[in-house]
Nanobody, 115 residues
Framework: QVHLVESGGGLVQPGGSLRLSCAAS????????MNWYRQAPGKERELVAV???????DVADSVKGRFTGSRDNNKRTIYLQMNSLKPEDTAVYYC?????????WGEGTLVTVSS
C-alpha cells in the first residue's frame, strides 16, 4: 500500500526558510519522479516542483531561484528546500506520485509565511 507522509511545515517569517520532507513507502521509489504541489486558500492546487529519478528538479517559475527539490533514495524521501519565503507561498504542500495504477497523495503539510 502506498504511503506518502509530508512533514516540516510551520510558521515562518517572510524571507525565512523551511525544508519539507516526504517519506514514501509501498512502491519502487527510486524509479519514479516525485512531485511537490501546493494549494493556497481559495486557489487551485498547483505544481511546484518535480524531483526526477536522478535527483534533478524542475520548479515552477513562481518559485525558481528560491525552491530546490532533492531526494534520498536510501531513505525513500524527497525534500523541498524553500528559501526567501514570501506570504504568497502560504499553502498546504503535498507530495505526489503517479504510476500505472493510480495518482497518490499525502495529507499535506501547512506552510504559513507571515510576520
Amino acid at each position: 500500500q502506498v504511503h506518502l507522509v509530508e512533514s516540516g511545515g510551520g510558521l515562518v517569517q517572510p524571507g525565512g526558510s523551511l525544508r519539507l520532507s516526504c517519506a514514501a513507502s509501498g512502491f519502487d521509489f527510486p524509479f519514479y519522479p516525485m512531485n511537490w504541489y501546493r494549494q493556497a486558500p481559495g486557489k487551485e492546487r498547483e505544481l511546484v516542483a518535480v524531483v526526477n529519478t536522478g535527483g534533478s528538479t524542475d520548479v515552477a517559475d513562481s518559485v525558481k531561484g528560491r525552491f530546490t527539490g532533492s531526494r534520498d533514495n536510501n531513505k525513500r524521501t524527497i525534500y523541498l528546500q524553500m528559501n526567501s519565503l514570501k506570504p504568497e507561498d502560504t499553502a498546504v504542500y503535498y507530495c505526489n506520485y503517479i504510476d500505472g495504477y493510480g495518482d497518490y497523495w499525502g495529507e499535506g503539510t501547512l506552510v504559513t509565511v507571515s510576520s
